[in-house]
Nanobody
Framework: QVQLVESGGGLVQPGGSLRLSCTGS????????VAWHRQVPGKQREFLAS???????NIADSVKGRFTISRDNAKNMVYLQMNSLKPEDTGVYYC?????WGQGTQVTVSS
């Protein structure tokens, strides 16, 4: 059973930063995209960012300029760096690799 595990969520004040991490029980190949999504209660799951290959990234317009995605192949990790966080960024953040999803990590932006 393949497992993806997200970490790094928590409570942060508006304007703050968090870095989320995603790792897997298998090697996360750069030949496939890894994506981050966000789920807010009452709304559809929202795509945030993806990375494939040697660093080709795609960032959703809603978070462009504030969020970046990166990977460390040696550590089998994919990161989502989130800066200038806003209360509307509150939600559960999920990592996706192929058809596998993590359990999510909660991010709460509040003063």
């Amino acid at each position: 059973q393949v497992q993806l595990v997200e970490s790094g969520g928590g409570l942060v004040q508006p304007g703050g930063s968090l870095r989320l991490s995603c790792t897997g029980s298998i090697s996360i190949s750069s030949n496939y995209a890894v994506a981050w999504h966000r789920q807010v209660p009452g709304k559809q799951r929202e795509f945030l960012a993806s990375i494939i290959g040697v660093g080709f990234t795609n960032i959703a317009d809603s978070v462009k300029g504030r969020f970046t995605i990166s990977r460390d192949n040696a550590k089998n990790m994919v990161y989502l760096q989130m800066n200038s966080l806003k209360p509307e960024d509150t939600g559960v953040y999920y990592c996706q690799y192929r058809n596998f999803w993590g359990q999510g990590t909660q991010v709460t932006v509040s003063s």
